[in-house]
Structures are given as structure tokens and as C-alpha cells.
């Protein structure tokens, strides 16, 4: 019975009009309801005080509100990200990465679309899929395969976690990535449904510009996302310069090849005018030589991009070793000497976006398994202080 409750999360205004309809109420309860639940952040019906009490009785009878559960968090050493590790309504788990940027120069500095709002940044990694068939051999993720994609409300409340948690400090989500688990282009309804949630301006009113979606370069995807109307950030995780290289890597690739995903990411940047972010795990003697950097200079001369260059975080599943630091920098420097702007992320372990994934293998492995209770969270989400 519960199963076929509508989950709140997952409609659209429409389709929360179409239900208040159903029960009987006026258009205006829906807007009300979508403010609830967007700008004010309620996660059950009896904080609705605006709705008469009959009608809260009766959503509550009707419909939930599908959060996401948290059962683990963990800082990083640098006490800049925060993970959170949520089991869903079937058990599947999932996590999100809220990383800090204490001041406007360092979120300047992390470059990755240089807008900031006010003095702090506060960028959400969330999950698109449990687990991922794209089989990334570097990526935790990836090592699991895909269990099942996301809802809509599923992505969605990975964010209200989040905004929950920063307003007890008088903060707010300014960014969200789609970097987490999955790869968002392959479930690209739920997640498109999840952009626009978070963009209603009646509701969760983030700009297009705060949103970034990464995908691994799924060029049908591509092209799909530039017909929408919301020009959101695009990263393209690229790690090879050339397909014979990439294909190694990147199983997907031998699908897509390298030529046509450039094509598609020019293709985007022309349609939306916004600069690409390239990502590159730096894999030492895979992708790290000056080859590489020399060709992956050469695919995107001209383009209005970004490269980002994460060294490598070791998984349980693949043998590939992190570049030495002058390694990276030789890399680092060799684009920028071609006129691309990089950034070396240096930061090492949970501190970059990139360990998305392996919170979850840390704590059950890499299959679906019941949780050890020596990991669940604490519910004290102030950072450790330094000792
Ligand atoms: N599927 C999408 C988004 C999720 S992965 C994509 O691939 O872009 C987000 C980023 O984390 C990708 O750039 C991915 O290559 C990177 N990543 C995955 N595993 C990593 C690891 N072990 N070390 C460093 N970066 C990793
Ligand atoms: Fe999937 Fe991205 Fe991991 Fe590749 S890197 S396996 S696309 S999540």
C-alpha cells in the first residue's frame, strides 16, 4: 500500500496541482505545498500550518514525503567536505559530499565555474544512480555496477539534506554537482527532473549557472541536454587524449568515441556559452605523460574550458598508482603552457569530489549489505575542531 503513494519529491508543480485536484483543494494549495517543501524545508505534513489541519490528516493518509535517510558521516582531514552516506526507501545506499569554501578567494581559486555568492561557498556532490554500468576501472563506483537509477525526488532530497544542515548556520546550498554516484546522463529523465525542481524559482530557486552535471561523455545525452532550456554547467570527465589510451579506462569509450564527444561538447558550449570543465584522474604511466598532456592540449585548443586534474584515489579494485606531485605539476604545466587553464587539485583523499563512491564501499563493500553499526552517524554535524 505504501509502496503506491505518490512521492512528493518526485513530481513536478503540474503534477502536484493534479493531485491537490484529486483531493479535492484549489491550485493554490499546491503552490503552498511546493513551498513547503522547497523553501521552507518541511519533511512531514504536520509543519504544513499554513494547510487547514483536515487536509494535512489527509495528505498524510495519501502521499510521503520520500527523504533520504542519513546512516553515516564522515569530514575529511581538512574538515572541508563533509560526506553523508543515505539508505533509501528500499535499503539501496547513496552518498552526497558537501564541500566548504571559507571565503570568496578560495572558491575563486577552486575555479570550477568562478561564481560565488557572498563570502561562502557551499557546493552538494550527490548521486544520480546507485552504482554505475559505465565500469570506470579507476572509479568505486564504477566497480559495483549498476544496482538501479534514482528518482527524481530520490537526487532532489540529497540537496534538502544538505540545505537542512547549513541553515541551522544561517547558510545555503550555493552549488550543486552531479558528481556522485552514477552517471547522470544515463538516467537523464530523473535527473533533468531534479534540475528543474531545484531551479523553480518558486521553490529551491538555484540559478542554471550553480548547477553542473558530469558525465563521462555519453553523446546522445550530450545533445539532449543542449536542447533544454536551462543552461546548466557541463563537466566532461575525459582521462584519455587519444582512444587508444581512454579505451582502457573508459569502457564506455569504445561506444563514444573521443572525436565525436568533443564535437558534442563544442557543440554545448556554442549553444549555452558556458566554459566547460574537463576532468582528468591522473593515473600514473596510464594518463600522466607529457603525450598526453601535449594531445589532450591539441583536442581542446580554442574551446572555452577548464581542466581540472585530480591525482588518482586509490580503490580497492584497480592496481593504478597516483602520479608523484612533480609528475602532476610537469602535466599541469605542460597544458598551461599551451594555453590551457588547469587546476591541479592537490587535496588529497575525500577532500576532492572525486572519492564520491567510496564512503559507501568503505563502509559495506561493494555490494549491498547491511550496515555495520560501529559506522552510523553521529547527528552532530559541527566540524571537528582542530586538535
Ligand atoms: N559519472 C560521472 C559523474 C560521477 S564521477 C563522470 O564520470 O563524470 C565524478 C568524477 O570522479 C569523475 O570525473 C570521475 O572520473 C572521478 N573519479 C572517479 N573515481 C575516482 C578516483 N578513484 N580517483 C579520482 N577521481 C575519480
Ligand atoms: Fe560511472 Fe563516472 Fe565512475 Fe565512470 S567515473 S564508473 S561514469 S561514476
Same mark, same amino acid.
Given at each position: 500500500?505504501?509502496?503506491?503513494?505518490?512521492?512528493?519529491?518526485?513530481?513536478?508543480?503540474?503534477?502536484?496541482?493534479?493531485?491537490?485536484?484529486?483531493?479535492?483543494?484549489?491550485?493554490?494549495?499546491?503552490?503552498?505545498?511546493?513551498?513547503?517543501?522547497?523553501?521552507?524545508?518541511?519533511?512531514?505534513?504536520?509543519?504544513?500550518?499554513?494547510?487547514?489541519?483536515?487536509?494535512?490528516?489527509?495528505?498524510?493518509?495519501?502521499?510521503?514525503?520520500?527523504?533520504?535517510?542519513?546512516?553515516?558521516?564522515?569530514?575529511?582531514?581538512?574538515?572541508?567536505?563533509?560526506?553523508?552516506?543515505?539508505?533509501?526507501?528500499?535499503?539501496?545506499?547513496?552518498?552526497?559530499?558537501?564541500?566548504?569554501?571559507?571565503?570568496?578567494?578560495?572558491?575563486?581559486?577552486?575555479?570550477?565555474?568562478?561564481?560565488?555568492?557572498?563570502?561562502?561557498?557551499?557546493?552538494?556532490?550527490?548521486?544520480?544512480?546507485?552504482?554505475?554500468?559505465?565500469?570506470?576501472?579507476?572509479?568505486?563506483?564504477?566497480?559495483?555496477?549498476?544496482?538501479?537509477?534514482?528518482?527524481?525526488?530520490?537526487?532532489?532530497?540529497?540537496?534538502?539534506?544538505?540545505?537542512?544542515?547549513?541553515? *541551522?548556520?544561517?547558510?545555503?546550498?550555493?552549488?550543486?554537482?552531479?558528481?556522485?554516484?552514477?552517471?547522470?546522463?544515463?538516467?537523464?529523465?530523473?535527473?533533468?527532473?531534479?534540475?528543474?525542481?531545484?531551479?523553480?524559482?518558486?521553490?529551491?530557486?538555484?540559478?542554471?549557472?550553480?548547477?553542473?552535471?558530469?558525465?563521462?561523455?555519453?553523446?546522445?545525452?550530450? *545533445?539532449?541536454?543542449?536542447?533544454?532550456?536551462?543552461?546548466?554547467?557541463?563537466?566532461?570527465?575525459?582521462?584519455?587524449?587519444?582512444?587508444?589510451?581512454?579505451?582502457?579506462?573508459?569502457?564506455?569509450?569504445?561506444?563514444?568515441?573521443?572525436?565525436?564527444?568533443?564535437?558534442?561538447?563544442?557543440?554545448?558550449?556554442?549553444?549555452?556559452?558556458?566554459?566547460?570543465?574537463?576532468?582528468?584522474?591522473?593515473?600514473?604511466?596510464?594518463?600522466?605523460?607529457?603525450?598526453?598532456?601535449?594531445?589532450?592540449?591539441?583536442?581542446?585548443?580554442?574551446?572555452?574550458?577548464?581542466?581540472?586534474?585530480?591525482?588518482?584515489?586509490?580503490?580497492?579494485?584497480?592496481?593504478?598508482?597516483?602520479?608523484?606531485?612533480?609528475?602532476?605539476?610537469?602535466?599541469?604545466?605542460?597544458?598551461?603552457?599551451?594555453?590551457?587553464?588547469?587546476?591541479?587539485?592537490?587535496?588529497?583523499?575525500?577532500?576532492?569530489?572525486?572519492?564520491?563512491?567510496?564512503?559507501?564501499?568503505?563502509?559495506?563493500?561493494?555490494?549491498?549489505?547491511?550496515?555495520?553499526?560501529?559506522?552510523?552517524?553521529?547527528?552532530?554535524?559541527?566540524?571537528?575542531?582542530?586538535?
Amino acid at each position: 500500500m505504501t509502496n503506491d503513494k505518490p512521492r512528493l519529491l518526485d513530481l513536478n508543480p503540474a503534477e502536484l496541482e493534479a493531485l491537490m485536484a484529486a483531493l479535492g483543494e484549489p491550485r493554490f494549495r499546491a503552490r503552498q505545498v511546493w513551498d513547503w517543501l522547497y523553501r521552507q524545508l518541511a519533511t512531514d505534513f504536520d509543519a504544513m500550518t499554513s494547510l487547514p489541519k483536515s487536509l494535512r490528516a489527509q495528505l498524510a493518509e495519501s502521499a510521503v514525503i520520500d527523504m533520504v535517510e542519513p546512516v553515516a558521516e564522515t569530514w575529511s582531514a581538512d574538515r572541508m567536505a563533509q560526506k553523508f552516506l543515505f539508505r533509501l526507501r528500499d535499503g539501496q545506499l547513496v552518498e552526497s559530499v558537501l564541500m566548504h569554501y571559507e571565503d570568496e578567494a578560495a572558491a575563486v581559486a577552486d575555479a570550477d565555474e568562478g561564481v560565488t555568492r557572498g563570502a561562502g561557498r557551499h557546493t552538494v556532490c550527490i548521486s544520480s544512480q546507485v552504482g554505475c554500468a559505465m565500469g570506470c576501472v579507476f572509479c568505486a563506483t564504477g566497480q559495483m555496477g549498476l544496482l538501479r537509477n534514482l528518482t527524481p525526488g530520490e537526487i532532489v532530497a540529497q540537496v534538502l539534506y544538505a540545505e537542512r544542515i547549513l541553515r *541551522r548556520d544561517g547558510a545555503r546550498v550555493t552549488n550543486v554537482v552531479y558528481m556522485g554516484m552514477g552517471e547522470p546522463l544515463a538516467n537523464f529523465n530523473a535527473v533533468w527532473r531534479s534540475v528543474e525542481t531545484l531551479h523553480d524559482p518558486h521553490g529551491f530557486n538555484l540559478g542554471a549557472r550553480r548547477i553542473t552535471l558530469s558525465t563521462v561523455g555519453l553523446v546522445p545525452g550530450m *545533445r539532449r541536454l543542449a536542447e533544454q532550456d536551462l543552461p546548466i554547467n557541463l563537466a566532461l570527465s575525459i582521462h584519455g587524449a587519444t582512444d587508444e589510451v581512454r579505451d582502457t579506462i573508459v569502457p564506455i569509450n569504445t561506444r563514444y568515441a573521443l572525436a565525436d564527444i568533443i564535437a558534442a561538447a563544442r557543440d554545448y558550449i556554442a549553444k549555452t556559452g558556458r566554459r566547460l570543465t574537463v576532468e582528468w584522474v591522473l593515473i600514473q604511466d596510464v594518463n600522466d605523460t607529457p603525450q598526453q598532456a601535449e594531445r589532450l592540449a591539441d583536442l581542446l585548443r580554442g574551446m572555452l574550458v577548464h581542466v581540472n586534474l585530480i591525482p588518482l584515489n586509490p580503490t580497492a579494485g584497480y592496481d593504478g598508482k597516483t602520479p608523484t606531485p612533480a609528475r602532476s605539476l610537469q602535466f599541469r604545466d605542460t597544458l598551461a603552457a599551451r594555453g590551457i587553464p588547469t587546476t591541479l587539485r592537490m587535496r588529497r583523499g575525500i577532500d576532492v569530489q572525486a572519492g564520491c563512491g567510496q564512503l559507501r564501499t568503505q563502509i559495506v563493500g561493494g555490494r549491498p549489505t547491511s550496515i555495520n553499526p560501529t559506522l552510523i552517524a553521529t547527528t552532530d554535524h559541527r566540524p571537528p575542531t582542530t586538535g
